[in-house]
């Protein structure tokens, strides 16, 4: 408090000891100067220039210094018991008393029973002005009144000058400190709100977010650092002039947005894109101008990119789009028209597909075409996490809930995906207890880490993925029924690839561009003849497979070799593989139990692949030539030599 510089203008000695005895007591250096009226006017300007935070007085000189000054100033009030001790002094002086006070601040509610106390009968004098108070002066000069009674000095001096008998109200102890503390109180106060406004302000032009604030009256108050770099131009050229008198189009162009408030729009204003958005300003509830604030379209772009390469860092990032399926067969377009609806909502989603046809880059693609595109993506495959450790990543754990438990714990697989979507693959996989947990999160939308009994809400969308039937693992009791039907509210089914195969050329020449470019050699594109042997194969790792045989061809492909034999090569290779026994024995071989005809496909399928010839695998079967050519005449081309 000691840097506090606190004026004192008083009107009489005996307040100015009491003011000087009460800052003593209070370890207060004040400066008190006396003066009345005018001259006490010119006491306080002499403050003001000398820089005092706060100037005290009283009566009717307070109110003058206070209608002159800009500075905060306390007014000593006249306190009950100073006007008490005035009269009783009176009485002593004689019987005829007048008091001539101000009607509201020296009339109190307790003035009668004042008089009664001391049982006097006191005629009452109020005025509301300094000309009043001149003519109820005027009247009692002119009555036989004995004594004058008033808390003006003003009127004290003129009654003594008249030969009238005047006691004048003097503040007391009580008065004196109370106005001190009050002071203190408004200097810390104000600087208070200084300090906030400073800090607001400071905000304001370090941010990097051009601010624009218009009062009521739509005049400009303030430009940011920010808006002035933005902008291109001097904050001094517009603060303080009517919006009507501003002739910069950019400027015009940026306040002048309709009755948008609140909205956030893009907009060109000159050769410049900007995101803006307006809000008013409310001060007990009435509008008291607007906010604008804006930046420049490239800037939100790279803070985009920026979040965006972040959150990929972090694997939290759906990198697939729509866009990235490739393929036109109507199989595929129906299972992506189905996809795009479900986009649209936020009910869970089981996709079941084959391994590689592609089930998370239809729930990257699904996320990012939803309202939740700019949350986190967090992608899990439950089969690659044992019971403990699954369990562990999805939901969190605190420190000290087991043995190896990271120091301050773990946040979870839910909590980082929350506001986004988490992609479950292979949810077949996981175990009853976590399903059971798992359920939890759906039913009650929130999580509890392991080790705690505080529970976390997370607003995620689960998306599932499986390559099998979950109806036969719920019969087969490894699944939970109540949980497959939460997950299965909206279902999507993705084609294998047999399946579409119209899509096998745009998808071959796809990675052959992709692939050239990566390894960084340039191979001829695959002809007909190759695409053809590609259409003839099922496919049965899909598209997946289909990227491993394109991959292998860009890395073999010679500058003189016939594609398609290459192309031969790299099915039969596959083929070989597809029917080979776990023993290695050539003799044996592994096909799927169905249809006879398909049986008898494999058979034949995998002998092509090993190069025998037509007439050993007459005599290997005991089949016919003839009836040997009969059934070929429908198998794949690509696996004749």
């Known amino acids: 408090m000691k840097d506090i510089k606190i004026g004192v203008v008083s009107t009489y000695p005996e307040m100015s000891e009491l003011i000087t005895r009460a800052a003593n007591e209070m370890g207060l250096d004040l400066e008190v100067r006396e003066g009345i009226l005018e001259e006490g006017v010119s006491i306080a300007y002499q403050f003001e220039h000398e820089g005092v935070d706060v100037i005290i007085s009283r009566g009717v000189t307070g109110k003058k210094i206070k209608k002159a000054l800009s500075l905060p100033v306390v007014l000593i009030e006249i306190t009950s018991f100073d006007i008490l001790q005035a009269l009783y002094i009176a009485k002593g002086i004689g019987r005829k008393i007048a008091f001539l006070g101000h009607m509201t601040q020296d009339f109190s509610s307790e003035f009668k029973t004042i008089t009664n106390i001391l049982d006097i009968q006191v005629d009452c004098y109020p005025y509301t002005n300094i000309y009043e108070m001149d003519e109820q002066m005027a009247i009692i000069l002119k009555s036989d009144i004995e004594v004058v009674v008033s808390t003006g000095l003003c009127v004290y001096e003129m009654a003594k000058r008249s030969g009238v008998n005047a006691v004048l109200v003097q503040s007391g102890n009580d008065a004196i400190n109370g106005s001190i503390r009050h002071a203190l109180e408004l200097v810390q106060s104000i600087r208070q709100d200084q300090e906030r406004s400073k800090r ?85 509830n009435k509008a008291r101008g607007t906010v604008t604030i804006f930046q420049g379209a490239d800037r939100i772009q790279v803070l985009e990119q920026n979040l965006r390469r972040q959150l990929f860092k972090k694997g939290l990032f759906a990198k697939h789009t729509f866009e990235d399926l490739i393929g036109n067969s109507n199989q595929l377009l129906q299972t992506i028209a189905r996809a795009k609806k479900y986009s649209n909502v936020n009910a869970t989603v089981l996709i079941y597909g084959e391994s590689g046809t592609g089930k998370e880059l239809f729930a990257q693609s699904i996320h990012n075409a939803s309202a939740r595109r700019d949350g986190p993506f967090v992608a899990v495959n439950c089969a690659a996490l044992p019971e403990n450790l699954l369990e562990s990543e999805l939901f969190g754990y605190e420190e000290g809930a087991f043995t190896g438990a990271k120091k301050g714990g773990k946040t979870g697989l839910f909590e980082m995906a929350h506001g986004g979507t988490i992609f479950l693959d292979e ?169 006879m005809e398909d049986m008898e496909r494999d058979i034949l399928e995998y002998l092509l692949s090993t190069g025998a010839s037509i007439k050993e695998i007459s005599q290997i079967t005991g089949t016919h030539r003839t009836t040997l050519w009969r059934k070929l005449k429908d198998i794949d081309e690509t696996v004749f030599r």
């Open 200 to 284: 607001y302000k400071a905000v304001l032009a370090s941010t990097n977010d051009g601010v624009l604030i218009m009062d009521e009256h739509k005049r400009i108050v303030f430009m940011n650092n920010a808006a002035e770099s933005l902008l291109e131009m001097d904050a001094r050229t517009v603060v303080g002039r009517h919006l009507n008198n501003i002739r910069e189009s950019v400027v015009l162009g940026l306040l002048c947005n309709g009755d948008k408030n609140n909205a956030e729009v893009f907009k060109e204003v000159g050769r410049k894109q900007f995101w803006i958005n307006s809000m008013p300003i409310f001060l007990e």
């Open 427 to 595: 949810i077949g996989e996981m175990t009853l207890p976590v399903q059971a947990r798992l359920l939890r999160v759906l039913q009650e939308r929130e999580i509890m880490r392991l080790g705690s009994d505080r529970v976390i809400p997370v607003d995620v969308r689960i998306i599932s993925a499986t390559n099998y039937e979950l109806s036969l693992a719920v019969k087969g009791g490894t699944f939970r029924s109540d949980l497959f039907h939460r997950l299965e509210v909206l279902n999507l089914d993705i084609p294998p690839l047999r399946k579409r195969k119209d899509d096998i050329e745009q998808l071959a020449e796809f990675l052959v561009e992709q692939f050239s470019y990566e390894e960084k050699k340039q191979v001829s594109p695959l002809t007909t003849m190759a695409i053809e042997k590609l259409k003839k194969y099922d496919w049965p790792g899909n598209v997946r497979e289909l990227q491993n045989v394109i991959q292998k061809y860009i890395l073999l492909m010679e500058g003189n070799q016939s594609a398609e034999e290459l192309i031969i090569q790299l099915i039969n290779e596959k083929i070989k593989k597809t029917y080979a026994a776990p023993s290695g024995d050539e003799n044996n071989i592994t096909i799927k139990i169905g249809k």
